[in-house]
C-alpha cells in the first residue's frame, strides 16, 4: 500500500500539553518545509500498564488525544496497542515500520524511550536519520515558571483542584468526552436541565467541586457548569459529572459531549434545602458567564 510522504512525531501525548505542542509545532514545521503530511503515533492505553498494575490515571482518553492532535495541526494519528509484541519490538524495527508507513522525518522529544527494554533513544533516532538522510528534530526540555511541563505536573494540579494552573500548563481546557445518560431529571424540575455524563474509565478524575467548562456537542459549543462529585445534597452516592449548558435547548440523551474544563469556582457542598441549592446553581452560572467574559 503506498503511502504519502510523512513526518511523524514520535511520543505518547497523553494530554496533548504545552511541550507536546512544541513538539507538534516542528512536526508541522518540518512538513511544510517538505511539502508533505504530518503524522503521530500514541498508544491507546499507558504503556506501563503492560507490566504494572499501578500505573497513574490518564490526562485523555484515546478518543480526546486523537481530537488534540487534530487540533494542533496533525493530519494522521497512529495508535499503538500495548502489547508485548508491540512493546518487544527492537526499536529499529519500529522505525522501519514506520518508514513503510510513509515517514520521511521524525521529532521527538529529548527525553523519548522506544523500542524494547526502551534502548532506542534520542541519539539512536538521530543516526538512524543520519544513515537514511532523512530530517530529525529533537525537541529539548519545556518550562513555564522555572517548572518542567509534563503530564505528571498537570495530573497534580487537577486533582488538587488548581485548574487555572492545569489549563496554562496545558494550553487548552482540561477535556474529558462521555455519553450524556439518564439522571434523577432534578435539574429539570429546579429550572436549569443537567446533562449526567458518564466519566471515562481510567483517566483522572478532577478534585470534587463546581467548573466553569466550555461543553461540545458535535462542532457547537455553549458555556457549562459542571459539579464533579456525589451530589451530596441529594444522597448522591456515585461519582459523575453533571454539567448545565448555559442556553441550551434541545436532548443531549445518548449523545457525545466534550468537557473542557477551564475553571475551579467552588467545593461541592451539601446545602441545606433545594431552594439554597438552587441559588447557588444560578450563583454559579452568574460567575461562569463571568469567567468567560474575561477568558
Known amino acids: ?37 504530518t503524522a503521530a503515533i500514541t498508544f491507546e492505553r499507558h504503556p506501563q ?22 487540533r494542533y495541526g496533525i493530519d494522521h494519528v497512529y495508535p499503538f496497542p500495548v502489547t508485548a509484541e508491540v512493546l518487544g519490538k527492537h526499536w529499529e524495527v519500529f522505525l522501519l515500520e514506520l518508514l513503510e508507513c510513509g515517514a520521511v522525518g521524525f ?68 477535556m474529558l468526552t462521555g455519553t450524556v445518560v439518564t439522571g434523577r431529571k432534578l435539574g429539570h424540575k429546579l429550572g436549569f436541565p443537567t446533562a449526567n455524563i458518564e466519566l471515562p474509565e481510567t483517566v483522572i478524575v478532577p478534585r470534587h467541586g463546581v467548573y466553569a467548562c466550555r461543553a461540545y456537542v458535535g462542532p457547537k459549543s455553549w458555556m457549562a457548569v459542571c459539579n464533579v462529585g456525589n451530589r451530596p445534597t ?7 459529572t453533571e454539567t448545565w449548558l448555559l442556553d441550551f435547548e434541545g436532548d443531549l440523551y445518548g449523545k457525545a459531549v466534550t468537557l473542557e474544563f477551564l475553571y475551579f469556582l467552588r467545593p461541592e457542598c451539601r446545602f441545606g434545602s433545594l431552594e439554597e441549592l438552587k441559588a447557588q446553581v444560578l450563583l454559579d452560572a452568574e460567575n461562569t458567564r463571568k469567567f468567560f467574559e474575561n477568558y
Open 107 to 174: 521529532v521527538c522529544g529529548h527525553d523519548f524511550r522506544f523500542g524494547s527494554r526502551g534502548a532506542g533513544d534520542a541519539e539512536k533516532l538521530r543516526q538512524f536519520c543520519r544513515e537514511r538522510k532523512l530530517p530529525c528534530v529533537v525537541v529539548p526540555e519545556q518550562t513555564m515558571d522555572d517548572v518542567r511541563i509534563s503530564s505528571t505536573y498537570i495530573r497534580k494540579q487537577i486533582e488538587e483542584g488548581d485548574m487555572a494552573t492545569a489549563v496554562r500548563f496545558l494550553g487548552h481546557g482540561h
Open 49 to 70: 500498564s503492560l507490566f504494572r498494575t499501578d500505573t497513574p490515571p490518564l490526562l485523555t482518553t484515546l478518543e480526546d488525544r486523537f481530537r488534540l492532535l487534530l
Open 234 to 240: 441529594v444522597q448522591g452516592h456515585q461519582i459523575r
Open 1 to 37: 500500500m503506498q503511502h504519502n510522504k510523512r513526518i511523524f512525531a514520535l511520543g505518547f501525548f497523553d494530554g496533548v500539553h504545552r511541550g507536546h505542542q512544541a513538539l507538534l509545532s516542528e512536526c508541522v514545521r518540518l512538513a511544510k518545509a517538505m511539502d508533505c503530511e
